[in-house]
């Protein structure tokens, strides 16, 4: 765990069966109203047991004080109820960090998952136990508390969510080896799922994107404040470590997911930036995300 807020750690260690916390501060929706059912209670439990454990869950061996978890949201939208207990949904995760110095949250993470197929019995609880295979609906919330981790730590310190995006990929190899791999956990289908996200996230391929999410937020964002224009240096260079990643697997799930969570903010990033650094701002996320280009042509009229 990574020194985010050094007040945060002395009070740690004058109190520290008071300070440790889990990981997430994760806020759950579950969203039922396509799905017709006689007992709709069933989907206030189910809400409440996926908030259990998301968020009371030890899913690290790391310290982490009360005000350093991570705030992340599940909106999980229902499409579906095949049978009683079987479900078909979407779900789009979201987590977020502070950026030093302001009140501003940044997002980290955005990925819709639109292969969330899942049972659920309120009788059984939702429990993780590692390198065990409880339920699909376990593992896949499991797979994304450690993937939320993990980007999160690599926001911070460059690579450092090596092991928590080590624990997704092993959850998702779990699966794949029980034969009980339903939708997004596979290669086949949607190249924007599970398998893929992470896949992109343990390629050697995609390190200089790790490293980029270190560059941006570290000594992009976090420096902001302090010093503005070597900021947007330090995101420029982010940047272009993306557009290495983006050149050989243009589309990917990873740079998607990167771009959703941040083309209002790089456009935003850059609005008060000279001439040249807009210019150079706008001719590499055109080239890495042309899907956003009219949002970064707003730079140029700016």
């Not at 790391?62 to 579906?80: P, S």
């Amino acid at each position: 765990m990574f020194a985010k807020k050094i007040g945060w750690i002395l009070l740690g260690l004058l109190f520290p069966f008071w300070a440790q916390a889990q990981e997430l501060r994760c806020e759950v929706t579950v969203n039922s109203e396509q799905v017709q059912a006689t007992d709709r209670q069933v989907f206030q439990q189910m809400q409440n047991a996926i908030s259990e454990i998301m968020n009371n869950t030890r899913w690290t061996s790391d310290v982490y004080q009360n005000e350093e978890r991570i705030r992340c949201k599940m909106f999980i939208t229902l499409r579906a109820m095949p049978q009683i207990g079987v479900y078909e949904a979407n779900t789009q995760i979201i987590s977020s960090r502070p950026t030093y110095g302001t009140g501003y949250e940044t997002t980290v993470l955005s990925f819709v998952d639109t292969k969330f197929e899942f049972e659920y019995n309120p009788a059984q609880p939702l429990q993780y136990a590692p390198n065990t295979f409880t339920t699909n609906l376990t593992a896949i919330l499991s797979f994304y508390a450690y993937t939320i981790i993990g980007m999160d730590n690599d926001s911070f310190s460059r690579l450092g969510g090596a092991n928590a995006l080590s624990e997704a990929n092993n959850i998702l190899t779990l699966v794949s080896s029980t034969g009980a791999a339903g939708g997004g956990w596979s290669a086949s289908g949607d190249t924007r799922n599970r398998y893929w996200l992470i896949n992109n996230l343990q390629d050697p391929q995609f390190e200089p994107l790790r490293s980029a999410i270190y560059l941006y937020h570290r000594q992009g964002l976090d420096l902001m404040v302090q010093d503005p224009e070597k900021a947007r240096q330090n995101i420029l260079e982010a940047l272009r470590n993306i557009q290495q990643v983006a050149r050989i697997r243009p589309g990917s799930a990873a740079l998607r997911s990167f771009f959703e969570a941040k083309a209002t903010e790089l456009s935003n990033a850059f609005t008060s930036a000279t001439p040249a650094q807009k210019q150079q701002a706008y001719e590499l996320l055109t080239q890495v995300d042309p899907t956003n280009r009219a949002r970064y042509e707003t730079l140029m009229k700016r």
